[in-house]
């Protein structure tokens, strides 16, 4: 297993491509195809890995070689509980979402090790993202009109 602060140059190029920024040097290079960024070895054409997101959904997939299902993915789940008002002594209903990071174990050791490397960046930048929202909520007033107020929860899984 590789260690997560044991490549910097590999870290990089994965928050690279968790960021969707082109990278043309180095070994590792990342190109956009599409709607895809593809990290590919210098001077070949063959994609090593693929990355698909949407900011909006927040969903995150990563992709090896041509496999068709995804090394890291985010599962989300919204919990609804009942919460008693003390001023209106009435009960609200208030949605806490949880964002599960699954990443895969695969045969290869250094495939599950980018992987889990993958991951963490990801919880990372949700969790970046999340305070972003809330904090953006808490300056505009707005936070009294959000169903979600608390900050949700988010694990990285190995499967």
């Given amino acids: 297993m590789l260690k997560q602060d044991s490549y910097p140059v590999l870290e990089n190029t994965l928050g690279k491509l968790l960021n969707k920024t082109e990278?043309?040097?180095?070994?590792?290079?990342?190109?956009?195809?599409?709607?895809?960024?593809?990290?590919?070895?210098?001077?070949?054409?063959?994609?090593?890995?693929?990355?698909?997101?949407?900011?909006?959904?927040?969903?995150?997939?990563?992709?090896?070689?041509?496999?068709p299902h995804p090394s890291v993915s985010i599962q989300s789940r919204t919990t609804k509980n009942q919460v008693l008002d003390p001023k209106t002594k009435s009960y609200k209903t208030k949605k806490y979402k949880t964002y599960q990071v699954s990443c895969k174990a695969e045969a290869n050791p250094l495939e599950s090790?980018?992987?889990?490397?993958?991951?963490?960046?990801?919880?990372?930048?949700?969790?970046?993202?999340?305070?972003?929202?809330?904090?953006?909520?808490?300056?505009?007033?707005?936070?009294?009109?959000?169903?979600?107020?608390?900050?949700?929860?988010?694990?990285?899984?190995?499967?």
Avoid: C, M
């Fill in 23 to 67: 990278k043309d040097w180095g070994y590792l290079q990342i190109h956009k195809v599409e709607n895809t960024y593809a990290v590919r070895l210098s001077g070949t054409t063959d994609t090593i890995l693929r990355f698909l997101s949407n900011e909006n959904t927040r969903s995150y997939r990563l992709f090896w070689y041509r496999r």
């Fill in 113 to 159: 090790s980018i992987n889990r490397i993958f991951a963490e960046l990801v919880r990372v930048q949700l969790v970046e993202l999340i305070q972003a929202r809330i904090d953006e909520l808490n300056r505009t007033n707005q936070i009294e009109t959000e169903d979600t107020l608390e900050s949700p929860v988010v694990t990285v899984v190995q499967q």
